[in-house]
């Protein structure tokens, strides 16, 4: 019987890193959709168990590759110049 070398994995698998936490479901799928129109990859991860009648409730985790970290948190700061609140109006009157 002869042993197979497994093939190398051609592209090294991206580490994932926190950027930010979401409160629900759908506010982690808000913020996953302005990352994705950017590009950048994200994947949520729900921080903590299970409650069948709350499905979409309790807090989410946004992960990101380790190396497009700094451009997700810039995105997502508000106030920051590519932030979530850019271009929107001042004031309102």
Do not use: C, K, Y
């Amino acid at each position: 019987m002869a042993l197979r070398r497994r093939a190398r994995d051609p592209a090294p698998r991206p580490r994932w890193t926190r950027a930010a936490v979401a409160q629900h479901q759908p506010e982690a799928e808000m913020l996953a959709g302005l990352l994705a129109d950017r590009g950048i990859p994200v994947m949520i991860r729900r921080t903590t168990f299970d409650v069948p009648d709350m499905l979409a409730g309790g807090p989410r985790e946004l992960l990101v590759p380790e190396d497009r970290e700094g451009e997700a948190r810039e995105l997502l700061t508000p106030g920051s110049a590519g932030g979530a609140t850019a271009g929107a109006p001042e004031s309102m009157p």
